[in-house]
């Protein structure tokens, strides 16, 4: 196992709502990513925390948005859902080059 | 915009087959590449790094082409359990940190 843990697992919700997903890094990892992966796709970046600071963002709109704790564990932050954001949504920690995954949370909006 | 690109396949092949994938990127300042393998509805897990000297790890090898810009796997000796999605990574670096791009995955089904 990787060590990174997300919660919750599953989750649903209807268009119009908010979702908070939650991500546990690595011991001693300080970069978290956070993607978005659809069915029969790769996982899509969302952004980046590098010690607490947003470091690189994809293509995604300004309704997602992250946070980095001091012990490097994350939030991804979903407002206003939309029936595309449903999807799994893997946060991944690294320390250098290697992105280690926990399971994902699999978000259904209704 | 960098694009990390794979075919879908999916690649049905039987049991002891070798079979290569491919993977082409765009951009030519990538700094580092990796496979990570999927199964389904699982988190992906990482399969190996990738290198211009060639990387071994028992029946899989990769191997990075900087100059033609593209990665490959090669999987000898196919068994079932290795039924999964595969997944190249290239990496940019950024600031004190990584960003990597993922492929969209090629299916691999090994059957008796």
């Known amino acids: 196992e990787t060590g990174v843990t997300q919660s919750p697992t599953h989750l649903i919700k209807t268009r119009g709502q908010q979702v908070t997903l939650r991500c546990s890094s690595q011991?001693?990892?300080?970069?978290v990513s956070w993607y978005q992966q659809a069915l029969g796709q790769g996982p899509q970046f969302i952004f980046q925390?590098?010690?607490?600071?947003?470091?690189g963002r994809g293509n995604f709109p300004p309704r997602f948005s992250g946070l980095q704790f001091p012990n490097y564990s994350s939030e991804l932050n979903v407002n206003a859902l939309e029936l595309d954001d449903s999807a799994l949504y893997l946060c991944?920690?690294?320390?250098?080059?290697?992105?280690?995954f926990g399971p994902g949370t699999r978000l259904l909006v209704l | 915009r960098k694009e990390v690109e794979q075919d879908p396949g999916p690649f049905n092949v039987p049991e002891g087959a070798t079979v290569a994938f491919n993977c082409t990127y765009s951009?030519?300042?990538?700094?580092?590449f990796f496979w990570y393998r999927q199964d389904c509805r699982k988190e992906p897990k990482l399969l190996m790094s990738v290198y211009s000297s060639g990387n071994e790890d028992g029946r899989f090898t990769a191997q990075l082409n900087r100059a033609s810009q593209y990665i490959s796997l090669l999987i000898r000796d196919s068994k079932l359990s290795d039924s999964a999605t595969y997944l190249c990574?290239?990496?940019?670096?950024?600031?004190?940190?990584?960003?990597?791009?993922f492929g969209r995955g090629t299916s691999l089904i090994v059957h008796p």
């Open positions: 011991s001693g990892h300080n970069t």
């Open positions: 925390y590098y010690r607490e600071e947003e470091n």
């Open positions: 990574v290239v990496n940019d670096r950024t600031g004190g940190s990584y960003i990597p791009t």
């Open positions: 991944a920690s690294s320390m250098q080059e290697t992105q280690y």
């Open positions: 951009n030519s300042a990538s700094q580092s």
